[in-house]
């Protein structure tokens, strides 16, 4: 399998680079995006053969989870059993944006999406591109970061392309994406913590979650 390579505008993404993206997601491929957090590998989270090729691509334990992206609130309470409030303080606060939240999964998500613990970490990034391949695409997508596992993921098209030649179908070349990786929460347990800090700090989220 070669992978192709297309250049994008990232604030302006020209409709076809979005409808090409689609096309391949939704023939259960992965593509390489470019968001506000560095590279991520994106697929169709509800097709279990392209879950398993984006384990396989990273060299990912599927015991971990995958993070999905959403393009709006609606998505985001469609895919979780229940949010609490926190949920909804962090979300008005830093979405869109780099934050990844852990929830309880809907019955909907596929436990194998969950590395079969039934909780789910999501994030509406800050990414017109992104954003407008959920949209035409109709749901969540998996947006899991662009590396081999152990390794650091990728803040250029053609990087990726390099590390990921033959593992996934297409890249969107966006250019250098500079912004640090997303900080991830775990807001499910009775008390709150960072599971990985990164554009966002553990102080800024104290902030808005303490009782006011």
Same mark, same amino acid.
């Given at each position: 399998?070669?992978?192709?390579?297309?250049?994008?505008?990232?604030?302006?993404?020209?409709?076809?680079?979005?409808?090409?993206?689609?096309?391949?997601?939704?023939?259960?491929?992965?593509?390489?995006?470019?968001?506000? =957090?560095?590279?991520?590998?994106? =697929?169709?989270?509800?097709?279990?053969?392209?879950?398993?090729?984006?384990?396989? =691509?990273?060299?990912?334990?599927?015991?971990?989870?995958?993070?999905?992206?959403?393009?709006?609130?609606?998505?985001?309470?469609?895919?979780?059993?229940?949010?609490?409030?926190?949920?909804?303080?962090?979300?008005?606060?830093?979405?869109?944006?780099?934050?990844?939240?852990?929830?309880?999964?809907?019955?909907?998500?596929?436990?194998?999406?969950?590395?079969?613990?039934?909780?789910?970490?999501?994030?509406?990034?800050?990414?017109?591109?992104?954003?407008?391949?959920?949209?035409?695409?109709?749901?969540?997508?998996? =947006?899991?970061?662009?590396?081999?596992?152990?390794?650091?993921?990728?803040?250029?098209?053609?990087?990726?392309?390099?590390?990921?030649?033959?593992?996934?179908?297409?890249?969107?070349?966006?250019?250098?994406?500079?912004?640090?990786?997303?900080?991830?929460?775990?807001?499910?347990?009775?008390?709150?913590?960072?599971?990985?800090?990164?554009?966002?700090?553990?102080?800024?989220?104290?902030?808005?979650?303490?009782?006011?």
């Amino acid at each position: 399998m070669a992978t192709d390579l297309i250049e994008v505008d990232v604030e302006n993404p020209y409709p076809g680079a979005v409808d090409r993206a689609v096309r391949e997601i939704s023939r259960g491929g992965l593509v390489g995006v470019p968001t506000d =957090a560095l590279y991520s590998i994106v =697929a169709d989270p509800f097709d279990l053969r392209a879950v398993g090729r984006v384990f396989a =691509a990273k060299g990912r334990e599927t015991i971990r989870s995958l993070p999905l992206a959403v393009s709006d609130m609606l998505m985001a309470e469609d895919l979780a059993k229940e949010l609490n409030s926190r949920f909804y303080v962090l979300a008005r606060h830093f979405w869109p944006g780099p934050l990844t939240m852990i929830v309880p999964a809907a019955a909907k998500v596929p436990l194998k999406v969950t590395g079969n613990t039934g909780r789910l970490a999501m994030r509406h990034a800050k990414s017109n591109l992104l954003n407008a391949i959920i949209e035409k695409t109709g749901h969540a997508l998996i =947006a899991t970061s662009a590396n081999l596992s152990g390794e650091p993921t990728v803040s250029s098209g053609i990087e990726l392309f390099a590390a990921m030649d033959g593992r996934i179908d297409l890249v969107l070349d966006g250019g250098l994406c500079t912004g640090a990786g997303p900080t991830t929460v775990d807001i499910t347990e009775p008390y709150w913590r960072v599971i990985k800090e990164g554009a966002i700090s553990e102080k800024e989220i104290a902030e808005r979650l303490q009782p006011r």
